[in-house]
């Protein structure tokens, strides 16, 4: 058990819609990533969030987008779905020189 | 296109037996990481080298790291049917264990 937990665990959205994920965990870990994990893949990093701020973003578009809250849980949003966004995200909380704790993801399905 | 590339994509052993997965990278990197991930959930780490190590040891785990060659491998000794999962080579360009560019994995199966 991790700690981190994400919700929902599963979603249906249509294409062109948007939504929003959410990540939190138990520990007061303040770094935050977003990893996004398309079938039979490897994860690929969206962007990471630090103190509220984002730290770092992957090749990912502006319509995906996030938050981080003082209590340091995160959203991620996606404007704009298309079907290639269809995936498992995953995100993982890090807190000083310890390894990534990863909640275990919600499965978008964008039809 | 992803730092690490495992190899193989896809192993299949009997209970008892060694499991060997490699991972080879791109560019210079600070540490290597190796992670699992049971089906349809999230990854678990299990072991960072960095780059001034060659090997290193987790209870069953050995993982070597040759920067040479840009490689490394992950060694499961006396596998267990609980061992079946996928498992994947992470890389950090920038120190730490954050922003990890990650590998297409190793899908394990462990057969009773």
């Known amino acids: 058990e991790t700690g981190v937990t994400q919700s929902p665990t599963h979603l249906i959205k249509t294409r062109g819609q948007q939504v929003t994920l959410r990540c939190s965990s138990q520990?007061?870990?303040?770094?935050v990533s977003w990893y996004q994990q398309a079938l039979g893949q490897g994860p690929q990093f969206i962007f990471q969030y630090y103190r509220e701020e984002e730290n770092g973003r992957g090749n990912f578009p502006p319509r995906f987008s996030g938050l981080q809250f003082p209590n340091y849980s995160s959203e991620l949003n996606v404007n704009a779905l298309e079907l290639d966004d269809s995936a498992l995200y995953l995100c993982a909380f890090e807190g000083p020189d310890s390894p990534l704790h990863f909640g275990n993801g919600t499965r978008l399905t964008v039809t | 296109s992803q730092q690490g590339e495992e190899d193989p994509q896809a192993l299949s052993i009997q209970e008892g037996e060694n499991a060997t997965m490699n991972c080879s990278y791109k560019t210079s990197i600070n540490n290597l990481q190796w992670y699992r991930q049971n089906s349809g959930r999230g990854l678990v780490h299990l072991i960072l080298?960095?780059?001034?190590?060659r090997e290193k040891h987790s209870g069953r785990l050995r993982v070597t790291l040759d920067t040479s060659k840009k490689s490394s491998s992950l060694l499961i000794t006396a596998s267990r049917a609980a061992d079946t999962a996928s498992y994947f080579c992470?890389?950090?360009?920038?120190?730490?264990?954050?922003?990890?560019?990650f590998g297409a994995g190793t899908r394990l199966a462990v057969h009773p």
């Open positions: 992470a890389t950090s360009l920038s120190g730490g264990y954050n922003k990890l560019i």
């Open positions: 080298i960095r780059s001034n190590e």
């Open positions: 520990s007061g870990h303040n770094t």
